[in-house]
């Protein structure tokens, strides 16, 4: 089910949200939560209800692997004497990492082993389970913050709603468990709070208009840039590369805060995971603002247990790039993933090796750099291939400049500096609208406040319900487009 759908908005979010609630008033906990499983499973099987099992068995099997981690650190275990606890904690990250392996990797293995040493093997063609990396990588994170004694569970029922809480089961953000269930535990957030249910709406009508209007409408430049488009020209290419790049900004940051809206008005606060990435200064601020939880995920649970920088300074470098490798090939089966990974490691390391020196820049510069790599960057996150990348990069580098033909009269001595004049933005439609949504994208991102903050200081005022009014309503007046957020694929 879809965040951006009539069904989620007007059957089952107020469905959930007052059975919960109305569980709660009768003092049923128990079975608020159960009511709660039951809704995020339901929810989750509304795409294809065959993967319910995967879920639910993984589901068990981490928290059996879990539990017994918990039982075995006590000193009269017995336990304990037949298996070390590390080796459980590699036998369920193992499987874990197995699990992921073969539903998200397989045929990108079979591929490439068919290509290196010249067999046959047949495609297995699995579709790919939605949330299935989310959902692994939150396991990931309990299992082990279970082995270093910083949470204990022994209350299944408890477990699965960590595990299956709608509003981030498809898309993060990545939880941990010690900052969940304390909030699904405390008694005033049994009660409807109508301040969090006011700001919940506020950030999901903001998410909504992000998904809905905004990244929607650069996804059809984006698509038609590197999907039919045989050669672009310069502002073509450049348009293409900034369609993609705010696309998918306002996709995965409007998936998000609609997460967190809805989460809110259940009284959940989940973790924040954008803080205006675009302004960053530098990849490494970059990355502490583009989906931080994922970053919190890599730092804690690959970075620092290879040693972080604790073993001098190319041991770390190696660390770095390790780290954002393994980064890339999270989103997805393609070399083009692995690239994207390994140009963001390159680029962290000199920035770390820039800092070493103690070489500082000036912040407009700083922050040109930062956006334009990250930027370009995308291109290899978004392309299918090779001929793609190439495709747009040469156009970026070395296509041709094209006003329109309406402008040749008053700017003909510019031909002299080789601009031309013809069809502008021909591949793309053939419309100057493009560049309008982009330059006024470019001023929502560095000039405004961001969502998050927005929230931080919103009031529950008649001016405030009329502004998340509109929103939602213009929102809602095209969700007849409705199209998947980019990182159910991811």
């Not at 010690?178 to 006011?198: C, G, W």
Request: proline share 2%.
């Amino acid at each position: 089910m879809l965040f951006n759908s009539y069904e989620f908005i007007f059957l089952f979010l107020p469905v959930t949200f007052f059975f919960y609630f109305w569980l709660n008033k009768k003092r049923l906990t128990q079975a608020s939560k159960g009511w709660m499983v039951f809704a995020s499973l339901f929810f989750y099987s509304w795409w294809n209800i065959i993967y319910l099992p995967l879920i639910l068995g993984s589901i068990l099997f981490n928290f059996t692997v879990g539990s017994t981690l918990s039982k075995m650190d006590g000193s009269q275990s017995t336990i304990k004497k037949s298996i070390p606890r590390k080796t459980l904690l590699a036998f369920g990250l193992t499987s874990n990492i197995l699990l992921l392996g073969y539903f998200k990797y397989m045929d990108f293995f079979i591929t490439n082993t068919n290509l290196l040493i010249g067999t046959q093997w047949d495609l297995v063609h699995i579709v790919l389970p939605l949330g299935i990396s989310f959902f692994t990588f939150t396991q990931i994170a309990y299992l082990v913050d279970t082995y270093r004694n910083e949470v204990k569970e022994m209350d299944y029922l408890n477990y699965t709603l960590f595990v299956t809480f709608f509003p981030h089961l498809l898309a993060g953000p990545i939880l941990h468990h010690k900052e969940m269930m304390p909030q699904f535990d405390s008694l005033k957030n049994k009660v409807i709070n109508y301040r969090n249910v006011s700001a919940g709406l506020f950030l999901f009508s903001i998410g909504l208009f992000k998904k809905i209007v905004i990244a929607d409408t650069f996804a059809g430049w984006a698509n038609t840039g590197f999907d039919t488009a045989s050669t672009l020209n310069f502002l073509e290419a450049w348009a293409t590369s900034l369609s993609y790049t705010f696309q998918l900004y306002f996709d995965f940051s409007g998936y998000t805060d609609m997460a967190l809206g809805v989460a809110l008005m259940f009284n959940i606060r989940l973790p924040i995971n954008f803080n205006s990435p675009y302004k960053a200064l530098s990849i490494q601020d970059f990355w502490r603002r583009w989906h931080i939880t994922l970053s919190r995920f890599l730092r804690d649970y690959i970075y620092i247990p290879l040693g972080g920088n604790r073993k001098g300074e190319l041991h770390t470098y190696a660390n770095l790039f390790t780290v954002f490798l393994i980064g890339g090939l999270w989103h997805g089966a393609s070399w083009m993933f692995v690239i994207w990974g390994a140009l963001h490691g390159f680029a962290i390391v000199i920035h770390r090796a820039w800092q070493q020196m103690g070489l500082s820049m000036n912040k407009w510069l700083a922050w040109f750099i930062t956006f334009n790599f990250v930027n370009i960057a995308w291109i290899f996150f978004r392309a299918k291939d090779w001929e793609q990348v190439t495709k747009i990069l040469n156009g970026m580098v070395y296509g041709d400049i094209i006003f329109s033909d309406k402008l040749e009269n008053k700017f003909f001595f510019l031909k002299n500096i080789g601009i031309e004049f013809g069809q502008f933005m021909m591949h793309l439609g053939g419309s100057a609208s493009t560049w309008v949504w982009i330059i006024c994208a470019s001023i929502i991102l560095l000039m405004t406040s961001n969502s998050v903050k927005l929230t931080k200081e919103f009031k529950p005022t008649w001016l405030n319900l009329i502004y998340s009014l509109a929103v939602l309503l213009t929102a809602m007046s095209m969700m007849s487009r409705v199209s998947e957020f980019l990182y159910f694929n991811f």
